[in-house]
């Protein structure tokens, strides 16, 4: 995804109120686009909560151009819980 693009993405994702809203809008433009690790790293940031980033983090592995970096991805979480499991996700895959 273009830089450009992105930001129109991040943008869109940080102006919704709800995590709910947040995680639709992003799974929307991620399922129509092909994006880094570092996007979909910076679009994890915007949640909360641990458990939203996983959730966006699994859904979004598909969509990544570079997986061989996506295990970039598991500094994004607060907690080495979610860590594992996500550890746990992308040893399966």
């Not at 980033?53 to 970096?69: E, R, T």
Request: proline content about 1%; hydrophobic content about 35%; charged content about 25%.
């Amino acid at each position: 995804m273009s830089a450009d693009a992105f930001s129109k993405l991040k943008n869109a994702v940080e102006q919704k109120p709800f995590s709910d809203t947040r995680m639709s809008t992003a799974k929307i433009a991620t399922k129509n686009n092909c994006l880094s690790t570092n996007q979909i790293f910076e679009i994890c940031k915007l949640f909360s909560m641990d458990d939203d980033k996983l959730k966006y983090a699994q859904f979004a592995y598909d969509f990544c151009s570079d997986k061989a970096n996506y295990y970039t991805i598991s500094e994004v979480f607060a907690f080495s819980t979610t860590q594992e499991k996500f550890n746990t996700f992308l040893d399966a895959k």
